[in-house]
């Protein structure tokens, strides 16, 4: 299969979802090509931005359990194919 080149971009809103998203994102590190955590202390939420490279059904697995956490939102974007 095909590898991908895409960012996941997530937005924690539930403290209490931290643990599972990074036993998540530690799972599919060997994936992961570089994460960037930014935390908004005045909105009370983090920003993460995780670029990948791997399979798309990888991808969008790893996509679907994220947005599916309490409190987290997840969306993906992929690079244009290089043919």
């Known amino acids: 299969m095909d590898k ?10 539930d403290g209490d979802s931290v643990a599972a998203l990074n036993e998540l994102l530690h799972q ?3 994936y992961i090509i570089c994460r960037m955590g930014v ?3 005045e ?3 983090n920003i993460i931005s995780i670029a990948l490279d791997a399979p798309a059904n ?3 697995a790893l996509s679907g359990k ?4 309490k409190g987290v939102t ?3 974007v992929y690079a244009p194919e290089i043919l």
């Open 4 to 13: 991908r080149v895409a960012v996941l971009s997530i937005i924690v809103t």
């Open 43 to 45: 909105r009370h939420m």
């Open 66 to 69: 994220v947005g599916r956490l």
């Open 58 to 60: 990888i991808i969008s």
């Open 74 to 76: 997840a969306k993906t």
């Open 28 to 30: 599919y590190g060997s």
């Open 39 to 41: 935390p908004y202390r």
